[in-house]
């Protein structure tokens, strides 16, 4: 399994920015996909999950209401909308895929991409 992240770039705070993740090789309706973030000097978090289905979703706190997790997976692709963009939002995100359990910790996942920098200036 594959995962390729993208989109990331420079954005004014207040803007918007959309992330996509690829997954190619072994696709299955039992995945779990989320975003995590690690920006520099801190530890890997969670950001958002979703089952491959996108029945269920979910945030973390400092995200929700501004961030959304989706996925167009006829196409393998999970997408995070960053609206309402803060400087403290910056850091590099990366996909990840695990098997059939939700969970926010990283060290759970098998799968990962190698990351997209999102640098959001004030």
């Known amino acids: 399994v594959q995962l390729q992240a993208s989109g990331g770039g420079l954005v004014q705070a207040g803007g918007s920015l959309r992330l996509a993740c690829v997954v190619s090789?072994?696709?299955?309706?039992?995945?779990?996909m989320a975003w995590f973030r690690q920006a520099p000097g801190k530890e890997r978090e969670f950001v958002a999950v979703?089952?491959?289905?996108?029945?269920?979703?979910g945030y973390a706190d400092s995200v929700k209401g501004r961030f959304t997790i989706s996925g167009d997976f006829a196409k393998n692709t999970v997408y995070l909308q960053m609206n309402s963009l803060k400087p403290e939002d910056t850091a590099v995100y990366y996909c990840?895929?695990?098997?059939?359990?939700?969970?926010?910790?990283?060290?759970?996942?098998?799968?990962w991409g190698q990351g997209t920098l999102v640098t959001v200036s004030s």
């Open positions: 990840a895929a695990k098997w059939t359990s939700f969970a926010r910790n990283p060290t759970l996942y098998d799968y």
């Open positions: 090789g072994r696709t299955s309706s039992r995945y779990v």
């Open positions: 979703t089952s491959w289905s996108g029945g269920r979703l």
